[in-house]
């Protein structure tokens, strides 16, 4: 009967434990409505009511090595709308969390396993909401460090930014122009504070605005020159009505450019995760081993 019961135990337990086993690979999606995703968002011009269409291409349905950290730090099944539970106050659509996910698992040589998506992107936001000490930028690195405690799984490590931000900067001429100098100390900021200095970032350049300055931002962003950054090009993708956000069959798109420029990276990435992630922890614990057999001999 104990034997019985503990077998049980240890059946249930490891049931609500396998999944976050699973998560190997994790992304964290940050920066405005274009990243939370409005593809497939209709406004009724007489109400001003927003509803998503639902429609949900085959590149952005669930997988089951597709999980998605939830606003209240679980791992879950994605699905769309990836944002729905953090860009609470707007109404989200297809963004391109899901198709980039999907692409980089449909690479067999990738060798990625299931892969943990974070998504912290909130609607309408500016770069300085997102500046280090700041509310948007402590709930990304609160949710990033979450996502890492929430693997129980030696092999998982983080394995990138992918980052969708600009057009609320693109209003005035002083934002837009500091604009290179600020996404240059964030993205410092936020590998510091990551304690992964060659993070991959893969980050797109604006194919829309609030305001005129769409250019002054796009030069900005094309001409970040920082290791292991890459830039993907929204310009030329479909907008909804609105002028302002992709489509949902544009956000496929941008989500298999993000693929591809992930895959780009990798070659001075993985050796890098796996100095990092791996030998300066086994030689911190050799040394805090060596300290404690001295104190204790
Ligand atoms: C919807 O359309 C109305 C009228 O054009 C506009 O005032 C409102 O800002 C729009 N809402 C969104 C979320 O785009
Ligand atoms: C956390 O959120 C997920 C997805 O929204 C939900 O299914 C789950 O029940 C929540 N868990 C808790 C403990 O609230
Ligand atoms: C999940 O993705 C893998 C890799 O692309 C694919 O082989 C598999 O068919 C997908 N599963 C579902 C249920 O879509
Ligand atoms: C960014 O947005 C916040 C909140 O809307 C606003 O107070 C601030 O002035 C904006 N900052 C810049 C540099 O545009």
Not at 127 to 155: H, T
Not at 178 to 199: I, N
Request: net charge neutral.
């Amino acid at each position: 009967m104990m034997m019985l019961f503990l077998l049980f135990l240890s059946l249930a337990s490891h049931a609500s434990s396998s999944k976050e086993q699973h998560v190997k690979s994790i992304f964290i999606l940050a920066g405005q409505s274009n990243m939370a995703g409005r593809g497939g968002v209709v406004n009724d011009t007489l109400t001003g009511i927003t509803t998503w269409d639902g429609v949900v291409p085959p590149e952005c349905l669930p997988n089951k090595s597709i999980f998605r950290l939830s606003a209240n730090l679980t791992w879950v099944e994605a699905r769309e709308p990836l944002h729905a539970d953090i860009d609470v106050e707007k109404t989200n659509g297809i963004g391109p969390g899901m198709p980039f996910a999907s692409a980089i698992l449909a690479n067999r040589a990738s060798s990625i396993g299931a892969i943990g998506l974070v998504p912290c992107a909130i609607g309408g936001t500016n770069l300085s909401q997102w500046e280090r000490g700041s509310f948007l930028y402590r709930q990304m690195i609160g949710r990033a460090k979450a996502a890492l405690l929430k693997v129980n799984d030696n092999g998982a490590s983080m394995r990138g930014l992918l980052w969708y931000q600009g057009e609320s900067d693109t209003t005035s001429i002083e934002d837009a122009r500091s604009y290179k100098a600020r996404l240059e100390t964030f993205f410092g900021d936020l590998r510091l504070d990551l304690q992964f200095p060659m993070l991959p970032i893969i980050q797109v350049a604006i194919a829309s605005g609030s305001g005129p300055y769409i250019e002054t931002i796009r030069e900005a962003q094309m001409g970040i020159d920082l290791l292991n950054v890459r830039t993907v090009d929204a310009k030329g993708l479909t907008l909804e009505p609105d002028r302002l956000h992709l489509t949902t069959p544009s956000q496929v798109r941008l989500g298999e450019m993000l693929a591809d420029a992930y895959f780009q990276l990798i070659p001075s990435t993985t050796s890098n995760n796996a100095r990092r992630n791996g030998h300066p922890c086994l030689i911190i614990h050799f040394v805090i081993g060596l300290l404690w057999t001295g104190m204790t001999t």
